[in-house]
């Protein structure tokens, strides 16, 4: 079972970025489409960001334009740029196959103060 690991959160204030990063123990971005996740406080856990295999990423409203993801297939990993960040953007970021069929990771938290 492939095993994946989430890692780049931390607190920051309104405007600023951060990159998050998924580690997978094996090969999964060139077998399926991935995604990241997100789950803010209180709520469900939402997929915002969809890289389908040989297709442009797809992204959802909600983030669209502040969010880029990546991969790095050479390193089995792939990254979240985001930029100009909100206090809505507040939650626990995962990264799955999309639909997700992995065991979750235990995410990591992204802290957005007004």
């Known amino acids: 079972q492939v095993q994946l690991v989430e890692s780049g959160g931390g607190l920051v204030h309104t405007g600023e970025s951060l990159r998050l990063s998924c580690a997978a123990s094996g090969d999964i971005f060139t077998r399926s489409a991935v995604g990241w996740y997100r789950q803010a406080p209180g709520g469900t856990r939402d997929l915002i960001v969809t890289?389908?295999?040989?297709?442009?990423?797809v992204t959802s409203d909600s983030v669209k334009g502040r969010f880029t993801p990546s991969i790095d297939h050479a390193a089995n990993t792939m990254t979240l740029q985001m930029n100009f960040l909100k206090p809505d953007d507040t939650a626990t970021y995962y990264c799955?196959?999309?639909?997700?069929?992995?065991?979750w990771g235990q995410g990591t938290r992204v802290t957005v103060s007004a």
């Open positions: 799955n196959a999309v639909p997700p069929r992995l065991a």
């Open positions: 890289l389908p295999r040989g297709n442009p990423p």
